[in-house]
């Protein structure tokens, strides 16, 4: 009887992939977002997937039914498999795969308890500047990727939970420091993820985090014709976030107020007072219901000087 091999990878592209490339075993596909939104340590419980599915319908329209047949059933599935030999975890460099695969270990130390786990995570390839994704690799350097894959000890998987639920906890401030202790850690892109985390909070200088400093710097840096190209350019800017363009265009829609046209794509005389720190636009942007993780948007600032985060208190 063969070795029973369950995998679980960051998207339907990453199963489709491996699939076509015969890699056998059962697969599950881990199609959350948990970079955005409300989250809680409890990854699984009824509460977490009613705090999941509130953010969802705020935030992007989806249905209760697109949320149970894309995120619940296979989820379910990921359930009901229980008899593996070795469970195989495919994610990326980004923040987006980052922060899913620590809460997928969470909920694995909580529900798989001492089976063998293993991590392939893509990113550094020789030969190339640039950082790839699992589908951007040839046949031959995916098959050395899950040659060379990680066995993840208990001591990794304590440590990607601990950063789990600091991630998920009411204030960033101790994720600020942490993140930075274990140049052991086999999650080699984890601090860089956490990082870019850290500077989604609003910057004291004009109240806007990096992700929005940016969509306004190229719209003003590019000339681009529609909405639909500033987000194709954010795309290919972007790869430190791994977002898709759903998240780019709801969060240029939030900035709209900073912007004269979209069809060309150009700034108003605001837009370009904030980008040039001239007039913060933090009061204007405040929602007190806009949750990273654990913590609230808009009660912590980035301030750029220090390179600290600052709470507010009132």
């Known amino acids: 009887m063969g070795t029973s091999i369950l995998h679980i990878t960051n998207g339907d592209s990453t199963t489709n992939y491996l699939k076509e490339l015969n890699f056998s075993g059962d697969f599950i596909t881990w199609r959350e977002m948990l970079c955005e939104g409300k989250t809680t340590t409890?990854?699984?419980?009824?509460?977490?997937?009613?705090s999941r599915y509130d953010f969802f319908k705020t935030s992007y329209k989806v249905s209760k039914q697109k949320f149970i047949d894309y995120t619940l059933k296979e989820y379910r599935a990921l359930c009901n498999k229980k008899n593996t030999n070795e469970i195989v975890?495919?994610?990326?460099?980004?923040?987006?795969?980052?922060?899913?695969?620590?809460?997928?270990?969470?909920?694995?130390?909580?529900?798989?308890?001492?089976?063998?786990?293993?991590?392939?995570?893509s990113g550094k390839v020789k030969g190339s500047k640039k950082l790839k994704s699992l589908v951007e690799l040839k046949e031959n350097q995916i098959n050395n990727h899950y040659k060379k894959r990680i066995t993840l000890t208990q001591d990794d998987i304590e440590y990607a939970d601990y950063i789990w639920q600091l991630y998920c906890s009411d204030s960033p401030l101790r994720l600020?420091?942490?993140?930075?202790?274990?140049?052991?850690?086999?999650?080699?892109?984890?601090?860089?993820?956490?990082?870019?985390?850290?500077?989604?909070?609003?910057?004291?200088?004009?109240?806007?985090?990096?992700?929005?400093t940016s969509i306004l710097q190229t719209a003003n840096e590019n000339t681009l014709t529609?909405?639909?190209?500033?987000?194709?350019?954010?795309?290919?800017?972007?790869?430190?976030?791994?977002?898709?363009?759903?998240q780019y265009f709801n969060k240029i829609n939030h900035l709209s107020k900073l912007f004269y046209s979209?069809?060309?794509?150009?700034?108003?005389?605001?837009?370009?007072?904030v980008l040039e720190n001239q007039l913060n636009f933090y009061a204007q942007l405040r929602n007190d219901e806009a949750y990273l993780g654990g913590s609230k948007k808009y009660s912590f600032l980035f301030n750029h000087q220090s390179e600290k985060l600052l709470q507010i208190t009132s």
């Open 176 to 212: 600020e420091t942490v993140y930075k202790f274990d140049p052991m850690s086999p999650f080699q892109y984890l601090a860089s993820a956490i990082e870019a985390h850290i500077l989604r909070f609003p910057s004291l200088e004009n109240g806007l985090n990096k992700i929005e």
């Open 42 to 50: 409890d990854v699984g419980s009824e509460s977490f997937w009613k």
């Open 226 to 246: 529609s909405k639909d190209k500033l987000v194709g350019k954010l795309l290919k800017d972007g790869e430190v976030y791994g977002f898709g363009d759903l």
């Open 89 to 121: 975890l495919w994610f990326e460099h980004d923040l987006f795969c980052q922060i899913n695969m620590i809460a997928v270990i969470s909920w694995l130390k909580r529900y798989r308890k001492g089976y063998h786990i293993s991590l392939v995570c």
């Open 262 to 273: 979209f069809n060309p794509v150009k700034l108003n005389k605001k837009g370009k007072q």
